[in-house]
């Protein structure tokens, strides 16, 4: 019997209209534009305004556009995971709001919290699903309303974050089109560099813990750099010489979108010399944490084709990194 795959069939994205610009950000705080693009490489990012709406809200305009870009219906999916590091609500999960948001009812799912690594482990996630013939059509989203835990007086993490979703479709295949091996790691250790304190069974929400502004993203930039930077380049070049992949013979290079300096350190240490094989959304969107996968492969579906070598590579809170070798299923102009 053939080995099944799991493919990626359609690509769906979603940001919000409003653009926060670093102009606008320099009078909220003591910053500047010449400090953010040269220190993070970030021009604007996009923040969902609306009060009344939530993670799930993006997430579900992505989805919307998937099921449409790739003609499915609603009843035809089977499984839907997000990965989110700001759900709607502490439980229900928000996959769960999201196939209610869409119409989605013959499916089940959850959701993945891995940091920045959510979308990529739900991914992973989500093959094995497909590979085993459990499931036919699973949507992957990765969303996130980062500006519902960033404290906009504090210059060290506003510049970074970002709001906006994305969502794939991912199909069986029994040809060499899909998502090959995968490599993931978790490092429990890292959580003092990079969290949200309270909220959660620890620290529950109380009128101490917003005055100490507990509710808010904390990040201590300099050790998370360091390790986001030697854990990428790490599990990409293991997966690479894995499947005797050059920096020539790799198409496209994926990396979580966490700081331009990051991506471009990692990418020299894994040999590419082309910076068109670099896949960049942070200049527009900044830090979408979740979502910045998909949004890029969102973004550059029209570059890619059939046959195309992509390794996504992530790093984030947990800390949570790995990464992963796919062979592209289609050609994006269709
Ligand atoms: O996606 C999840 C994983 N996250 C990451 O991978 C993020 C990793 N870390 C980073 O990207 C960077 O460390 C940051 C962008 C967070 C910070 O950049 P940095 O080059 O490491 O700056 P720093 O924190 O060492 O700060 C250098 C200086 C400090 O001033 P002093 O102490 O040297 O006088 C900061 O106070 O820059 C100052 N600074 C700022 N100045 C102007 C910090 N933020 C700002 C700001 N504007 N927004």
Redo the contacts with the bound molecule.
Sequence with gaps: MKKIRASITGVGGYVPDYVLTNQELSEM????DE??MS??GIKERRILKDEDKATSDMAAEAVKQLLEKTNSKPDDIDMLICGVVTPDMQFPATANIICDKVGIVNAFGYDINA??SSFLFSLITASKFVETGNRKKVIVVGADKMSSITDYSD???C??FGDGAGAVLLEPTTDEYGMHDSLMHVDGSGRKH?HQLAGGSLNPPSFETILRRQHYIY?E??P??KA?VSNMADVSIKIMKQYNLTPETLDWFVP?Q??M??IEATARMMGIKDKNKVMINIDKYG?T?SATIPLLLWGYENQLKKGDNLIIST???GFAWGATYIKWAYDGKR
């Design positions: 705080v003591d910053t500047s400090w953010i220190r993070i940091g920045c210059r060290k993490t510049p970074i990079l990040q930039g300099q998370v750099f986001a979580h966490a700081n300096r990051i830090n944490t790093f984030g809170a």
